[in-house]
């Protein structure tokens, strides 16, 4: 939505990663959002996830639906192809693109309205699927486009800018997204980069359906006192069940861990791992069962609960589950997808 | 019953017989069975079925119609019915051409004022024939439909070795099958041998017409089409009648597209959560540069209306199969209709339009979905195969399919890494050759070249979000020139010259060909002598306008209510309403021969126009 062009000069000293890619090199346009957007913060997150994973910027597919949201894949990863797609719609277009083409990554922006009002069928059914992607949920209880109407993650009793009180219920969507069968379930906090970044990053390297919800407030209609989606309220009511660090590799992992309460979990398919620091003393993430009743409580204490909520070591995604071959579909040819026609007179004298 | 002063219809080689069934009995095969008998005799036949939208327990007519000038469209009229259905006895009976024939299970005996007096009756006890043969009680109900086949098979002359034949490559490798199948078919030719000897005046003898036809369902063709046109994606949603169109590409890809080293599937089927997620995945895949599909009907099509807009105006290929049934709203899920035109072709808000192909039998559905992901690509757009319940799910004999291995997928205009690094110019929604087709990258063509941001909202030339006016009417006229692009590149409409010269011209296209040749015979014999164009996609070309222009009035035969490819032809094409005259058939039944030669007929006498003079004709 910009029409303001980044300078393109470097400067000489800024650090590079090990493809020899700067911070900038993630960038996208600049942001049109309002000045201290949590949305902007999550972007800022994901570019700092993917020049440490040293990811080619181009081998990113960025697909988002409508809404606040939804524009930011315009504001990081400029070499990436972007998607903007329809309201509510964005998981299945990604699951058609991912079918495309299995070697790009697949990033998912959505927003609380476009995933759990319009698009909370898609949501659910690209969870079932397990198909390999990062799902982001920039998630601040409001329809900011549209200037200021609750959305249907906004808690019961929450109070909109303009006094309104909510009394619907609100959807969870870490609970739902467990529900519905992804493998990788976290939320965090727009205003905690340190907890943000890292499970962005393993969110990237697990094979399946990686889905992190961000609480991400929204300055302009629901940052007030009452509004249970404000940085004092999210700040207040942090419960972080564990801090995780995601490796690329066993031996990259640092010397200065201290031992404990440490919980290691396999990262993908290229050995990275995941080791979280358990915060919560009987939180295990590997465990489904007890990982939903536990977001279950929190909720009904106010807490909103961060960190890595579920991961299951042994995902599968949704190529597998198709048994789908090997190279992108969008680089095989007629040799490999006609059958020709002497096979064709076969069938054709079958059908007499 | 039967008495010396009732008409006899006596017939070889053509005539009608409709089975009256029950839903889930297990007629429909050994009806099949029937209908192929008369192809492996040489003789072509039409079948049809109508079905109710339901699994069991209701009414199911299948309809035959050997015939063997080879006119595969509905005639009207049964010559023979074959009565199995008591819940629409009336019904059927009343439907019996004078002088036809009732076939009855006559175990119980029904009183004479179930029965018309200028009908022929035959009866056998069929319910006793079985109950003394078989104990279990699926068996009885299968079995006596193998045995009325046996017995219509000794009343028609048709050849028991060929029904045997059929039999024996049905239950091939099950031999527990095949036996008790063959003894209910001896069962019912022995009765018919003996009992039925002279009791029809329908007959069958081998014939020389089928050539090398074969037999296929237009959905089943349609997916082979996808299978060799190289679409690796298919997302769909159960919806009649289009269903067998998915499941038969899943069978197609089963057999010719894994692997053979590793076993891994060079193809996906998504059966998704509903139409919406259905074309999400289609575009999603196009846009991504795999070649996809989704067949559906007209509910989903209403639902896909969103999406197809974003397709429209974002530039990427996606091939939507539509098997038109009977609307609006879920309207007659198991009926045929033509209903879905304009709908399809101005899907989505805002001014949208979108390429149509109009195939009309299983032959073009086969060629039409290849040609589709070919144009998909090509222009970089929503392509709508048109097709409908009489031509999907119906077996049809059909031209046998043909391809060319030297022929190559048009992949349409894709920049390169190489294009990019010679310094090619790349604008994603710029014209840079005068056709309106703008040039496209796929995501990671390029590390640092070629990137866009893929919208919904207006942009400028290089994919720019613009609101600006210029750059809004500049992209709408660009894809006004791309749909102009488009009348050169569909399937051209095919002409019918009359005999004789002709004033009058017939437009009509898709399931409605058939019908139409053969009204066309008819009307020729009745000195109505007129030239029909087969329309065979959208939007139209010169070939059209020529054709309304050179007559003094054009029919427009549809199977719907509104005239909708008329609505095209006037509000798109421009062509003045008062040249065309519509010819409507929308009752959910596939349009017959009879009812479009005697519409045409009576109009052509309302008008009060003599033939053409042919010999002053010829000295103009």
């Known amino acids: ?352 | 019953m039967t008495t010396t002063t009732i008409k006899r219809l006596e017939a070889l080689n053509d005539f009608v017989v409709k089975f009256a069934n029950v839903n889930g009995s297990g007629s429909a095969s050994a009806n099949e069975l029937f209908a192929k008998a008369f192809l492996r005799m040489g003789i072509p036949v039409s079948p049809r079925n109508i079905f109710p939208s339901n699994i069991q327990g209701l009414p199911t007519w299948y309809e035959v119609r050997v015939t063997e000038k080879g006119h595969l469209g509905r005639r009207g009229g049964v010559d023979l019915m074959v009565a199995m259905n008591p819940q629409t006895w009336a019904q059927d009976v009343k439907e019996i051409e004078p002088g036809g024939y009732l076939f009855y299970d006559n175990t119980k005996p029904l009183p004479p004022s179930k029965f018309r007096d200028d009908i022929n009756v035959i009866g056998m006890p069929l319910t006793e024939i079985t109950n003394a043969t078989y104990t279990d009680s699926r068996e009885r109900q299968l079995f006596k439909n193998i045995i009325y086949v046996g017995a219509l098979a000794g009343m028609l002359g048709m050849e028991p070795e060929v029904i045997a034949e059929l039999i024996g490559e049905q239950y091939k490798g099950k031999e527990k099958l095949l036996k008790p199948n063959l003894n209910a078919l001896q069962l019912g030719l022995n009765y018919a041998r003996q009992n039925l000897k002279d009791a029809m005046g329908l007959k069958v003898k081998r014939a020389y017409n089928v050539g090398d036809k074969i037999f296929i369902e237009g959905n089943a063709a349609a997916a082979l089409g996808c299978v060799y046109g190289g679409a690796t994606v298919c997302a769909w949603y159960p919806i009649t009648p289009s269903s067998s169109l998915a499941e038969a590409f899943q069978f197609y890809c089963s057999k010719m597209r894994v692997d053979k080293e590793t076993g891994k599937n060079k193809f996906a089927i998504i059966q998704a959560e509903d139409e919406l997620a259905s074309i999400g995945i289609v575009v999603g895949a196009g846009w991504n540069g795999a070649r996809a599909f989704t067949s559906t009907s007209g509910p989903g099509i209403s639902l896909m209306s969103e999406f197809i807009g974003l397709a429209y105006f974002a530039e990427i290929p996606a091939v939507i199969i539509d098997v038109q049934r009977g609307g609006p709203s879920t309207g007659m899920p198991t009926r045929t209709q033509q209903s879905d035109v304009v709908k399809a072709a101005y899907l989505s808000h805002g001014d949208t339009k979108h390429v149509l192909l109009f195939p009309h039998d299983p032959n073009e559905c086969f060629h039409f979905a290849a040609e589709a992901l070919d144009l998909a690509e090509r222009l970089q757009t929503p392509v709508f195969l048109m097709t409908d319940l009489d031509i999907g799910m119906n077996q049809r004999l059909t031209d046998p399919f043909k391809w060319d291995d030297s022929r190559r997928y048009d992949r349409g205009k894709l920049m390169t890494a190489e294009m990019l690094d010679a310094g090619k110019e790349f604008g994603r929604y710029k014209d840079f050759d005068g056709d309106g087709i703008p040039y496209r990258t796929l995501p990671a063509t390029h590390p640092s070249k070629g990137a866009y941001f893929t919208r919904g909202t207006s942009k400028n030339p290089y994919a720019t979000y613009s609101e600006a006016g210029a750059d809004y009417q500049y992209n709408m006229q660009r894809l006004q020139k791309k749909f102009e692009t488009a009348k050169t590149l569909v399937p051209q409409p095919v002409l019918t010259p009359a005999k004789h010269p002709a004033r009058f011209g017939v437009i009509y296209y898709g399931s409605t060909s058939p019908s139409m040749h053969e009204a066309l015979e008819a009307l020729s014999e009745q000195n109505i002598h007129v030239n029909a164009l087969r329309v065979r996609g959208f939007p139209f070309g010169d070939e059209l306008f020529d054709f309304v222009a050179s007559h003094s009035k054009v029919f427009v035969v549809e199977q719907n209510r509104d005239a909708q490819l008329k609505t095209l032809l006037v509000n798109d094409a421009g062509i003045n309403p008062a040249n065309l005259i519509s010819i409507l058939h929308y009752d959910g039944t596939p349009i017959t021969a009879r009812f479009i030669q005697k519409e045409i007929a009576e109009i052509v006498a309302a008008l009060n126009v003599r033939p053409i003079n042919i010999k002053k004709d010829k000295a103009a």
């Open chain 1, 1 to 352: 939505m910009t029409y303001l062009a980044k300078p393109k000069l470097h400067h000489p000293s800024l650090p590079k990663n090990k493809l020899g890619f700067t911070r900038r090199d993630y960038e996208g346009k600049v942001s049109t959002l309002c000045a201290g957007c949590g949305h902007d913060s999550i972007s800022a997150a994901l570019i700092e996830a993917f020049f440490e994973l040293a990811v080619e910027p181009h081998k990113v597919a960025k697909l988002s639906g409508i809404g606040c949201s939804s524009k930011t894949p315009d504001y990081f990863l400029g070499q990436s192809h972007g998607f903007n797609t329809v309201h509510g719609r964005m998981p299945s277009v990604l699951t058609g693109a991912n079918l495309a083409n299995r070697d790009l990554i697949y990033l998912g922006v959505s927003g609380d309205g476009d995933s759990a009002s319009i698009g909370i069928g898609q949501f659910a059914h690209v969870m079932r699927r397990g198909v390999n992607m990062t799902y982001i949920l920039e998630n601040n209880g409001v329809y900011g486009l549209t200037k200021g109407q609750f959305s249907a993650t906004a808690d019961k009793g929450s109070k909109a800018k303009k006094g309104a009180t909510n009394k619907d219920t609100a959807i969870d969507t870490v609970g739902l997204a467990l529900l519905m069968g992804a493998t990788f379930v976290a939320r965090s906090f727009s205003g905690d980069k340190r907890q943000l970044t890292p499970l962005i990053k393993a969110g990237i390297a697990h094979q399946g359906a990686a889905f992190i919800d961000v609480i991400s407030p929204c300055v302009a209609f629901n940052n007030h006192a009452g509004s249970t989606k404000s940085y004092d309220y999210v700040r207040e009511h942090n419960e972080a069940v564990n801090r995780l660090d995601f490796w690329p590799s066993r031996e990259a992992i640092g010397a200065d861990y201290a031992e404990g309460d440490v919980i290691e979990v396999p990262a993908g398919a290229e050995g990275s791992i995941i080791r979280l620091r358990k915060l919560a003393a009987d939180y295990d993430p590997t465990d489904k069962v007890n990982a939903v009743s536990h977001i279950a409580r929190a909720a009904e204490k106010g807490e909103v609960l961060t960190g890595l909520l579920y991961v299951s070591p042994d995902s599968e995604d949704l190529h597998a589950h198709l048994n789908t071959y090997p190279a992108p579909f969008n680089k095989l040819g007629e040799k490999d997808l006609c059958p020709g026609s002497a096979m064709l007179d076969k069938i054709n004298a079958g059908l007499r």
